[in-house]
DNA sequence: ACCACCGGGACAACCCGTTCCT
DNA sequence: AGGAACGGGTTGTCCCGGTGGT
């Protein structure tokens, strides 16, 4: 997660890097253009939202002229989905590395929520792109579509860790399906509430402690 | 909160209503106009979102013209602002009559999960907004404070309640203060989900099975 | 002269004499608004220029609603002409009135000269006006006349006079009809210095100078 | 000055010259495009005024579309401000040519009659944005000082001059600054009689009469 | 008779995302 | 990869009638 927030210099220290790199094999150039457009991408949909948001604002950030942003992206919708799908891929990675990771069931689900709060402070001031996603889902198929998808296999996945728990016998025979999808609504719910008023409360020490009272329902 | 979804005829229809309406009294019709503007701007921003939404669009669909919308309101954020506030005023007055209305806490938790559902069908298509009024509080400090303030407000209710079943002994010596976060998120995470993704689950079952998980923890 | 900048109370000022005012006799009621609107239009033509001002704020500053202007002005342009006359009325007045009490024409051109700088003062703030007049003129044919006629009107009067002088022996036999264009002509120039940049010279004194080096070529 | 007024066809005339010019080298293009931009500025603001002429009326009739407006210009004020300079800057230069071909200072003053002259003529239909930069530079400070300073400068080469034909023994020891201040106000009364009414009177002749007296007052 | 609210459209300036051509 | 140009669309405001209350 940690690549998405990095690159977080001035237009200024940008405009010096792109002269240095003029000497670097044209390919690795390229990349490093799209990688500083996506950048900058994040941080302007974070801070405005992804209407608000300007092409050119995004471009200045970026130390780019216009003519190079349209040569990476098609449009700016294009450029917002590929910025969706590189954080999902990233948060999939994770949830398949901790799973892996882990003995029983009961270990994964507490390791999730360490994880959850890593994300909140992994994606650094660019989390509030997370609702823009979400926000956007509403009215781009396209990107409703590949919001939803992962989404839904993320409950998938948590079911059946629940169901996996309830057949070793760590875990109550309750019903995976649902307490997978309230865990997920919690921790969305978090999320935003967090996003929104974070100087309201310890929300890391909120998030455990929700779990925590989820877990009790689980628990043998 | 069934007023913030009626009028929902076509522009037409609404063409005829104000053609009729132009012999009624001065300020009868006024405040008529007023709402026509507000129902038709509810449901764009709902369908479009406040940015895409766009004046022009929001008269066209009121029947009424630009002129007559910067009358009533200076500008398409205080519009925004006016629906926020009435939207939450709603919620306020329903939750203060539930809380006036019920024995003892639990029951009136039980009856807070009812009313729940009730949101969530009561706003119709425009339920949308409500991610709207989220996402712009983001970016727009006096929509902040608008969406802040009786947020913290519900916490509060929450908390207090949640303290009076445990002094009433009803209730389990919990941790009101978060114990209520996690419940308001919950809330909030299950709203998401049903707007994001309505097909994807009984929606109201699954807040009723979540909603319940909790009061596991909290009944004596 | 006065007339035209007195009534510089503030709007609040105004809103009171308003109330006061309510059990005057309506003739004098209006009289007293329409002149309030004048004063306002006065001086927002004068601060903004003439299409700037807007109708809206000239009826702010007077406190009168936007309908009380237009029942008294049947547009902007017709007040900015009324306004336009009135000016012109009052030069014209006090044209003649300088030539009706000099003797002899030295003196009285003389005496014009005095009158030129107290136009200047007495204007007050709103002398710029002046030149939204002059500009205007060249765009609409109505404000064009009104302007046109009274100041070829200033020409041909200062021609007589110069004529006038010549009969009694008492100016050399110039040509007055160029004589008096150059004369109206080098008013004008300084008067709109001033206007530009009163602080770059004291224009009394160089008015004075000046009127006395075309008077030189003049006098026997 | 002939390049302020030139570049007189109608749109239609221009779409085609821009068709041809795709061709062209783009530094070319883009400098025609701008001098288009300034060309139709330049005519619609003397005919409707600054306020009054619309971006869309000018890009409209330079066959330019507003984008490229803006690509060129920030702003209708600066595209007025830049033709405000362009127009001081040829005149500055104008002066300085012919105080440098005269030999002494009579001669020099002769000269400048005639290119007051000139000026006039040489605007061709577009001497009333003179006015309008007048105007404007009342409302907008940076259109003063823009026009201030000039301003000031014509004024002092107008007194150094004269100061040198004193000194030289050319001219009586008049005061040099106040009469180089009402030089300059004859001058501009002048332009402004032949703008508002240009036949009203032969302004050539009347320029030179009243600039002779003037030097009547002057030469030993 | 006078005034105030309300509404009507046209249109302003500006900017946006995008494409074309070098 | 980039500078120039495109045109449609944005919010907001302007000037102005009409309708009803005082």
Redesign the pocket.
């Given at each position: 997660l940690k690549d998405l927030s990095e690159k977080q210099m001035s237009p200024k220290m940008k405009a010096i890097t792109k002269e240095r790199a003029a000497s670097q094999p044209?390919q690795e150039?390229?990349l490093e253009?799209r990688q500083d457009i996506m950048a900058s991408a994040l941080e302007q949909f974070a801070r405005h939202g992804y209407e608000a948001?300007?092409?050119?604002?995004i471009c200045l950030a970026a130390g780019?002229?216009?003519?190079?942003f349209?040569?990476?992206f098609?449009?700016?919708?294009e450029l917002f989905l590929e910025l969706l799908t590189t954080w999902l891929d990233l948060m999939d990675g994770q949830f398949a590395l901790l799973r892996a990771q882990s003995d029983n069931v009961p270990q994964a689900l507490a390791k999730m929520t360490v994880m959850f709060g890593e994300v909140y402070t992994a994606a650094g001031g660019n989390l509030p792109v997370f609702l823009e996603f979400w926000s956007q889902a509403q009215y781009n198929p396209q990107i409703w579509q590949s919001v939803i998808d992962p989404y839904r296999r993320y409950q998938k996945y948590f079911a059946e860790m629940l169901q996996e728990g309830i057949d070793e016998g760590s875990l109550k025979p309750i019903d995976p399906q649902m307490t997978a999808q309230v865990m997920v609504a919690q921790a969305v719910g978090l999320l935003l509430q967090g996003l929104l008023d974070p100087d309201g409360a310890d929300w890391q020490r909120v998030t455990q402690y929700g779990f925590q009272m989820i877990l009790n329902d689980l628990l043998v």
């Open positions: 044209l150039r390229s253009t948001a300007s092409v050119n604002e780019v002229s216009k003519g190079a349209y040569h990476h098609s449009s700016k919708q």
